[in-house]
């Protein structure tokens, strides 16, 4: 949840807030906290006490305001509004000298899955994602940051005008991987496909259109994660397909194998 007025994002959750105290303590301007949880962040209070922040014990159902949400795990830290930084060609051409992959999202548009993206992709080493600028809802806000788990610490958050754009310019630098239910290739075959040569691009779509048409055509390859007897001939899954954060941890852990 975001204070317009202060400018402020309430990160909320255990696990969120003590990656935030971990990595970047100094971006929290207030804590809020149960009593139940307060043993848990006493060095933290020190930190803020020491900084002139702000700390207070108050009841769950503040908390609750203060974040919007029920799920707030009995803790909320404030901190300004993250700015997404915009992606040019410098930050691209050191990810190619670098051999870093990284992750496009197309039109996920659902907090909740991208946070649990942001998760997968720390606890893979992914550290580079990219959300267009017109998908509001792919953004970070407090309930992708708690469902995160304290990854929103360890990813660096990209936006672009034009995926389609973006694609035609990193033609021939980056293999550009996207993720098709008619693919032909299966996600065990991302070691061969990469090769190692250079740094995987991986376009993640949604569960119900998938990457769109425009990024199909400009991806290297597509590939599918099989169903249960999709080798023995099995026309297609009794589900229609897996959620975009279970899909996008399979395909993680296959990069890995490169």
Known sequence: MKNKQKNELAVCGFAAVKKLEKNHPEKITRLYFT???APKFGGLCKKLAKNHGIYNKKPAEDLEKLSGTVHHQGVVAMIQAPE???LDSDITDSWIENHENAILL??????????????SAAFFGIKNIIIPLDEAQTSITTSSY?????????????????SARLLEALSGKMIKIGTDLNATKKVSDLPAIAKGEKPILIILGNEEHGI?????KNCDELVIIPWAGMNEGVAESVIDSL????ASSIIF??????
């Open 253 to 258: 852990y296959e990069m890995m194998k490169k």
């Open 84 to 86: 997404i930084q915009p």
């Open 35 to 37: 009593e139940e949880v």
């Open 106 to 119: 197309d039109r996920i548009g659902n907090a909740n899955n991208f946070g649990a993206i942001v998760r």
């Open 146 to 162: 708690r469902v995160a788990e304290g990854g929103m610490e360890y990813v660096n958050i990209y936006s672009v005008n034009s």
């Open 212 to 216: 769109s048409d425009i990024i199909r």
């Open 243 to 246: 959620n975009v954060a279970q």
